[in-house]
């Protein structure tokens, strides 16, 4: 998925799609202020679960069956790692020094103690993990999160986060992998190892939830906020 001319495809062939049912749905104006494109977002949100269950959920599935748990926990651990980096850029942009140089710190001692950070010395050492990203900084600066939008394949998001996409995106240390054919599976394995993680809280969302898109961007919304507020 990291693959830029596929990625870009797939993206087009979406939007096309989406595109298409939005013309025959509307851009319906919903009560919740928080959601003005509803009718457009739920096409999306259609069109997501599709690809979903078709291939995502299967995939992951399979996965977390035939794959011995250490070696999830291990590519679970190695993008963590990764991702410790533009969290500690986050931290540091927000004011947040002691967290930032905290994540600063658990990529230097993953990375060399923890073998490529296939392994979490720093958790079991005390230092505190943050999942910060560009949005979550454009929310402490003030930039309000704007309306909730439902992007093609990447799911829930608001017109904020969507902004500050390219700066997360660009920041991916795994973008820049060589030679092209390690990034690229590895990219695919990372995808399938984050839907893995969220296999039994799906489940249990499709068991539970009566509208399960309502339920989705509620939560998200609520989610964003509080991680804008740092809880």
Known sequence: MKHLPHRTTGRMQGLALVAAALLLTGCA???????????????????????????LKPTATAYKKVTPS?????????FGNLSDAWSAVNNLLQGKGQAGMG??????????????????IASEAGIPKHNEDFGQTLGVWGVPSGPFVMLPILGPSTVRDTAALPADIGSDIWKYKQPE???????????V?????????????????????EFIRDGYMQRRQSQVDDG
């Open 193 to 213: 190892d984050k839907r893995a993680q969220l296999l039994d809280a799906s489940s249990l969302l499709e068991d539970a939830a009566l509208d399960r898109y």
């Open 181 to 191: 054919n390690w990034r690229n599976i590895g990219a695919a394995i990372r995808v």
């Open 70 to 78: 250490f070696v999830q926990t291990g590519v679970s651990n190695f």
């Open 103 to 120: 994540d600063v710190t658990r990529v230097a001692v993953n990375s060399t103690f923890g073998i490529f950070g296939l392994l979490d």
């Open 29 to 55: 104006t919903t009560r919740n202020p928080q959601d003005p494109l509803e009718g457009y977002n739920r096409a999306v949100f259609s069109f997501n679960d599709t690809v979903d269950r078709t291939v």
